[in-house]
């Protein structure tokens, strides 16, 4: 059904030559209804409501027996206060049109006798003028719509869901913050997002930095696991993602975490042999890790479980630092002194010499013993070398680094390179102690 528009006048001759230009005017996309008074236009728009049929414009004359013009008007305001309402003068009643625009906001009037020309050109402003302000309601109708919803979904949302400045710290975060990880949501404004890290784990400090580095640079989504802080100061593993926001009132990154449930299954597993290819990062390193030392608890000791993430860890990062990403014990040296070491891993994860290259963990499980083969496409080195400095020479306590190998040489009851030094072999015997 056509919207419509309505004129009421009590002179039928000037209703129907209205009635004419507008159907002649307007006709392909309104109807047209008249009426003869106040009351029967009353009845006719309370109709059109009910059948939910649109009224644009309303032109009125002022002198009509019963209700006049402008009461007429600033009743049927009340009931159509979107509509635009013209009003017909014939002498020039100012205090009618007064009223009127005090009480409902007349959109013109118009005094008689008007020129055809003149009355088309301003039903024609007025049609535009109603359809510009119906499009900015629906727009703003959905707009609240949106924003409600988007409201309500943040705040009932199971991840924790946060908003980050140019420097990192938290401008918005729900209320998720306080069931998952114990903190009031206030208490947490102006934070700087790596305060919820838990960075006793060194782990998780490269991680988060590896990865808000490569998110500030190549401005796509990243996300990754990593143990976040109670507020009892206890780690917590989360899946963190993070995306860049085109600066808005410099809100830079929006970012959810959410907890990641126990792997129930590998419990009940009795055997395992694996084989993972990963990139040069530490967020896949760190994945595998956790995913061996998970496996490990049902037959190691806690001390072991610990013991050989950490190990592994210190090799898969050899394989990734030094053998994928060639960076030298000098190169390391000097970027750990200039504190850009991140800058110095960043820039080879993105060469594409070395982007290629995949670390692959051969990795199996049984009740007696865990076997693990680190094998990366790097270059190798003299291990024999290495081993035998370190054994004479101690660890170099000057430097930030060269004792990952030392550890992990002290754990596992087999630790064997090949030859060229890009594959290192380890075996732990559960319940053996170490000789020697
Ligand atoms: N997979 C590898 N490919 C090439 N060189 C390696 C590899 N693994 C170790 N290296 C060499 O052996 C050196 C000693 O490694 P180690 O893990 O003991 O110390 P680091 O990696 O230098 O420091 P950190 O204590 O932080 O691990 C390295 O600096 C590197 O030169
Ligand atoms: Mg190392």
Same mark, same amino acid.
């Given at each position: 059904?056509? $919207?419509?528009?309505?004129?009421?006048?009590?002179?039928?001759?000037?209703?129907?030559?209205?009635?004419?230009?507008?159907?002649? /005017?307007?006709?392909?996309? @309104?109807?047209?209804?008249?009426?003869?008074?106040?009351?029967?236009?009353?009845?006719?728009?309370?109709?059109?409501?009910?059948?939910?049929?649109?009224?644009?414009?309303?032109?009125?004359?002022?002198?009509? $027996?019963?209700?006049?013009?402008?009461?007429?008007?600033?009743?049927?305001?009340?009931?159509?206060?979107?509509?635009?309402?013209?009003?017909?003068?014939?002498?020039?009643?100012?205090?009618?049109?007064?009223?009127?625009?005090?009480? !409902?906001?007349?959109?013109?009037?118009?005094?008689?006798?008007?020129?055809?020309?003149?009355?088309?050109?301003?039903?024609?402003?007025?049609?535009?003028?109603?359809? &510009?302000?119906?499009?900015?309601?629906?727009?703003?109708?959905?707009?609240?719509?949106?924003?409600?919803? @988007?409201?309500?979904?943040?705040?009932?949302?199971?991840?924790?869901?946060?908003?980050?400045?140019?420097?990192?710290?938290?401008?918005?975060? +729900?209320?998720?913050?306080?069931?998952?990880?114990?903190?009031?949501?206030?208490?947490?404004?102006?934070?700087?997002?790596?305060?919820?890290?838990?960075?006793?784990?060194?782990?998780?400090?490269?991680?988060? &930095?590896?990865?808000?580095?490569?998110?500030?640079?190549?401005?796509?989504?990243?996300?990754?696991?990593?143990?976040?802080? =109670?507020?009892?100061? #206890?780690?917590?593993?989360?899946?963190?993602?993070? &995306?860049?926001?085109? !600066?808005?009132?410099?809100?830079?990154?929006?970012? =959810?975490?959410?907890?990641?449930?126990?792997?129930?299954?590998?419990?009940?597993?009795?055997?395992? =042999?694996?084989?993972?290819?990963? #990139?040069?990062?530490?967020?896949?390193?760190?994945?595998?890790?956790?995913?061996?030392? +998970?496996?490990?608890?049902? @037959?190691?000791? $806690?001390?072991?479980?610990?013991?050989?993430?950490?190990?592994?860890? #210190?090799?898969?990062?050899?394989?990734?630092?030094?053998?994928?990403?060639?960076?030298?014990?000098?190169?390391?040296?000097?970027?750990?002194?200039?504190?850009?070491? @991140?800058?110095?891993?960043?820039?080879?994860?993105?060469?594409?010499?070395?982007?290629?290259?995949?670390?692959?963990?051969?990795?199996?499980?049984?009740?007696?013993?865990?076997?693990?083969?680190?094998?990366?496409?790097?270059?190798?080195?003299?291990?024999?070398?290495?081993?035998?400095?370190?054994?004479? #020479?101690?660890?170099?306590?000057?430097?930030?680094?060269?004792?990952?190998? &030392?550890?992990?040489?002290?754990?596992?009851?087999?630790?064997?390179? /090949?030859?060229?030094?890009?594959?290192?072999?380890?075996?732990?015997?559960? /319940?053996?102690?170490?000789?020697?």
């Amino acid at each position: 059904m056509k $919207p419509v528009i309505i004129c009421v006048d009590d002179e039928n001759l000037i209703l129907d030559s209205i009635k004419m230009v507008l159907k002649e /005017n307007f006709g392909d996309g @309104y109807s047209i209804e008249t009426a003869e008074s106040g009351d029967d236009a009353l009845e006719l728009i309370e109709e059109l409501i009910r059948d939910g049929i649109e009224i644009p414009i309303l032109i009125s004359d002022y002198v009509m $027996p019963g209700i006049k013009g402008d009461e007429f008007l600033i009743l049927a305001h009340s009931m159509i206060p979107e509509t635009l309402k013209i009003m017909l003068t014939g002498q020039a009643d100012l205090r009618g049109v007064e009223n009127v625009i005090n009480h !409902a906001t007349l959109y013109r009037f118009l005094s008689k006798p008007w020129t055809t020309e003149d009355f088309v050109l301003t039903i024609g402003e007025a049609l535009k003028s109603f359809g &510009q302000a119906r499009q900015i309601r629906i727009q703003n109708r959905e707009l609240e719509i949106s924003e409600n919803k @988007y409201k309500e979904l943040v705040e009932n949302s199971f991840d924790i869901i946060f908003y980050l400045d140019r420097e990192e710290r938290i401008r918005t975060i +729900n209320q998720s913050i306080n069931r998952i990880l114990r903190y009031k949501p206030k208490s947490l404004i102006g934070k700087k997002f790596s305060e919820l890290i838990y960075i006793t784990d060194w782990m998780n400090e490269k991680i988060v &930095q590896e990865k808000m580095l490569e998110l500030i640079h190549n401005k796509e989504p990243v996300s990754f696991n990593c143990d976040m802080v =109670t507020a009892a100061g #206890e780690p917590k593993e989360m899946l963190i993602r993070l &995306q860049y926001l085109p !600066a808005s009132e410099g809100l830079i990154i929006v970012g =959810t975490a959410s907890s990641i449930e126990d792997d129930l299954l590998i419990r009940l597993c009795e055997k395992e =042999t694996q084989v993972y290819k990963i #990139e040069n990062y530490m967020t896949q390193i760190d994945m595998v890790c956790k995913r061996i030392s +998970n496996a490990i608890t049902k @037959y190691g000791s $806690p001390e072991d479980v610990f013991l050989i993430k950490l190990c592994i860890m #210190e090799l898969l990062v050899n394989a990734m630092e030094h053998g994928n990403l060639d960076i030298s014990f000098d190169e390391k040296s000097e970027a750990l002194d200039n504190n850009d070491y @991140y800058k110095l891993l960043f820039k080879r994860q993105q060469n594409p010499n070395y982007k290629n290259k995949r670390i692959t963990v051969e990795f199996s499980l049984d009740s007696e013993k865990v076997e693990i083969r680190i094998s990366d496409e790097g270059k190798g080195f003299d291990h024999k070398k290495q081993m035998s400095k370190v054994d004479k #020479e101690g660890v170099d306590l000057k430097l930030a680094h060269g004792r990952g190998i &030392q550890m992990a040489k002290s754990f596992f009851h087999t630790f064997e390179y /090949n030859d060229m030094g890009n594959s290192v072999y380890l075996i732990r015997n559960f /319940n053996v102690e170490l000789s020697g």
